[in-house]
């Protein structure tokens, strides 16, 4: 039974023994040096080319026989292939073995838009944001939106940029291991701020990249338009009180946007409501003013339903007038409804505009040039709701 425990118990030790002698070689094949490593360089046979070697800052080790070997970045079987390769001028079929007797201090540079840059001491498994949370977190004023981070390896100089908001999403892709040695540079885009007001999701003041500063930029940082936003009446209204009105209509139809839609620190930018008003006067039902969509085509029949009719006792749609300010002057134009409710007549219910006054008269002659004098004040009271 004794005999029997041990044989046991020396089966187990040999599996752990196994197991730590896979481990040892899997992390040997994955590790790789850097400055301040010890490693040690056994070439069989030969021990006047074996040694231990302290890995310098600039990662070259001095080898007997070959002279300068830059081991810093590769693995440990990388570096015993590539003294063998060198030795095979001197020796026939030289076997090396390189391992690891001490790991120097695993470092990391994590420079730029940070709270507090430096040196910090690497863990393993660590990435970009790992690194950014060491320093402290992204530096004053920096949002992820607005700043880059640029991997500088140590291993071989290359250079990789990510966007950090796309780090801060964790996947292996954008948010880069890091080895001993390497630079992490995060690096902040200049922005500027502006106010968004009007028929969008979020008003409010943004800041945007200086690199790409149009008007379409800051209205999808404010979460974009409202449903019943006039896109063709944006206005832009900069701190020197000069007014831009832009048409965003051709951008959010077919992508074609007007070369001069940029915008500079301070700019307001108002999207104005798409509504307008008509005046509908005269004898119907419930004269006054009312509300029209610009996008949509409203026909004077349904202007005069939106009033709730004429009045059918001494309303006459037979010469009912629409009054228009075309280039600063009134004109007046009458049209017979009567026709178009009997026959159809298509010329006798036009399209209405912004700012129109319809006037339903009591009889076919009313005296035209007091109703014009009268309507005077209403196209002026008309004036703050045409755009």
């Known amino acids: 039974m004794l005999m029997f425990s041990i044989v046991r118990f020396g089966a187990l030790l040999f599996c752990l023994m196994l197991l730590d002698c896979m481990g040892f070689a899997q992390e040997s094949s994955t590790y790789r040096v850097g400055s301040e490593d010890t490693i040690s360089v056994l070439v069989a046979r030969h021990p006047e080319f074996s ?3 302290l890995v310098p800052s600039d990662g070259c080790i001095s080898l007997p026989a070959i002279g300068q070997v830059h081991v810093s970045g590769m693995t440990l ?4 292939e590539n003294v063998a390769s060198r030795l095979k001028s001197r020796l026939k079929d030289p076997e090396v073995s390189v391992t690891l007797r001490s790991a120097g201090m695993q470092r990391v540079y994590v420079l730029g838009s940070v709270q507090k840059p430096g040196l910090y001491d690497l863990k393993p498994g660590w990435r970009i944001t790992h690194c950014v949370a060491a320093a402290g977190g992204l530096g004053s004023g920096c949002e992820p939106n607005d700043c880059t981070a640029t991997v500088v390896r140590y291993a071989n100089g290359k ?4 966007q950090m908001r796309d780090a801060m999403q964790g996947l292996d892709l954008t948010n880069l291991s890091i080895e001993s040695g390497d630079v992490v540079m995060i690096e902040s885009r200049e922005t500027m701020p502006v106010y968004v007001t009007g028929k969008v999701k979020s008003p409010g003041i943004y800041r945007v990249n200086k690199d790409h500063a149009g008007v379409m930029e800051a209205l999808t940082l404010a979460g974009g338009t409202l449903e019943n936003s006039a896109l063709d009446r944006v206005t832009v209204i900069s701190s020197d009180n000069t007014t831009r009105t832009v048409d965003l209509n051709p951008l959010a139809m077919n992508g074609k946007q007007e070369p001069n839609i940029t915008i500079k620190p301070g700019d307001l930018i108002v999207v104005p409501e798409d509504v307008s008003k008509v005046a509908v006067l005269g004898y119907v039902n419930k004269p006054g003013f009312y509300s029209i969509r610009r996008s949509e085509k409203l026909l ?27 280039n600063g002057m009134q004109t007046r134009t009458m049209y ?7 026959s159809g007549d298509l010329t006798q219910n036009p399209t209405i505009n912004a700012g129109d006054i319809i006037y339903v008269p009591q009889t076919r002659k009313p005296d035209w040039d007091f109703v014009m004098r009268s309507l005077t004040t209403v196209a002026i009271l008309m004036n703050p709701f045409i755009p």
Do not use: H, P, Q, Y
């Open 336 to 342: 017979d409804m009567s026709k178009f409710l009997k």
């Open 51 to 53: 040694g231990d070697f």
């Open 77 to 80: 079987v990388e570096i015993s």
């Open 159 to 162: 250079r990789e940029t990510v």
């Open 300 to 326: 004077l029949s349904d202007a005069l339903g939106l009033a709730g009719g004429s009045d059918r006792k001494r309303g006459e749609v037979g010469s009912i007038a629409l009054i228009r300010n075309e």
